[in-house]
C-alpha cells in the first residue's frame, strides 16, 4: 500500500534555528496535510496544500507540494520552545482517506 | 478550522469489561469518520472508516467485533472496545473530513488493567 517515508525521525535544535523536515512518497497524493500534535492530544492541522507546486505559508511555518506530487517539506523559521512536539506529514488518497508518515520528534533547547 | 470533540479523554476499565468512545463533529456533517489507534512515539494507525448510516469498513488486522462502530447521526460516531484486555490499552483518536481537510479529537487513553 500507500507509504510516506517522514524524514528526520528526530531533531533536538536551538532556539531560534530553522527547521525543515520533508516527505516523500512512490504514490502520487492528491492533498498534502502537515499536522503537529502535542502529548496526549490529537493532531492539529498546520497546512494543507492542493496543487502541485503550492507554497503555502502559516505564520512561521512554511510547506511546499512537490511538482511530482510525490513529496512535501515543512519549514518551521526561528524556533520557540513551543514548537515541541510531534509532526506528521499525511497524504489523501480517495475518499478522504489518510496515509500518514511515522513523524518528526521536534525539541528545542531554550 | 472544524472542531471534532472526542470522549472521554482517559478511561482505565478492567479487563473483560466494554469501553465506548464518542467522536462529534460539533460545527459541521460528517458521512464519514476515522478511528485510530495510536502507541507511544508512533504514528497513527488507521483502524476503520465509520460511515454514517452503513457498516464501517476495517482495516486489515482489525477485529470488527472486538472494536465496533456505530456512526448512527452525521455529528456522532463511536466505537466500543468489548470484552477489553490489557494489550487493547492504547491512544484512541478520532477524526472528521470537512472538505479535504481532516481534523481531529482530543484522543482517549484507554488503559486496561
Known amino acids: 500500500g500507500q507509504q510516506l517515508n517522514q524524514s528526520p525521525q528526530s531533531m533536538f535544535i536551538q532556539e531560534g534555528e530553522d527547521v525543515s523536515m520533508n516527505c516523500t512518497s512512490s504514490s502520487i497524493f492528491n492533498t498534502w496535510l502537515w499536522y503537529k500534535q502535542d502529548p496526549g492530544e490529537g493532531p492539529v492541522l498546520l497546512i494543507a496544500l492542493y496543487k502541485a507546486g503550492e507554497l503555502t505559508s502559516n505564520g512561521r511555518l512554511t510547506a511546499q507540494f512537490g511538482i511530482t506530487r510525490k513529496d512535501s517539506f515543512l519549514n518551521i523559521s526561528a524556533s520557540i520552545p513551543s514548537d515541541v512536539g510531534i509532526y506528521f506529514c499525511?497524504?489523501?488518497?480517495?475518499?478522504?482517506?489518510?496515509?500518514f508518515g511515522a513523524g518528526t520528534i521536534l525539541r528545542v533547547k531554550s | 478550522g472544524a472542531v471534532v470533540s472526542q470522549h472521554p479523554s482517559r478511561v482505565i476499565c478492567k479487563s473483560g469489561t466494554s469501553v465506548k468512545i464518542e467522536c462529534r463533529s460539533l460545527d459541521f456533517q460528517a458521512t464519514t469518520m476515522f478511528w485510530y489507534r495510536q502507541f507511544p512515539k508512533q504514528s497513527l494507525m488507521l483502524m476503520a472508516t465509520s460511515n454514517e448510516g452503513s457498516k464501517a469498513t476495517y482495516e486489515q488486522g482489525v477485529e470488527k467485533d472486538k472494536f465496533l462502530i456505530n456512526h448512527a447521526s452525521l455529528t456522532l460516531s463511536t466505537l466500543t472496545v468489548t470484552s477489553a484486555h490489557p494489550e487493547d490499552s492504547s491512544f484512541y483518536i478520532c477524526?472528521?473530513?470537512?472538505?479535504?481537510?481532516?481534523?481531529f479529537g482530543q484522543g482517549t487513553r484507554l488503559t486496561v488493567v
Open positions: 499525511a497524504g489523501n488518497i480517495y475518499g478522504n482517506k489518510l496515509v
Open positions: 477524526s472528521a473530513t470537512s472538505g479535504h481537510e481532516a481534523f
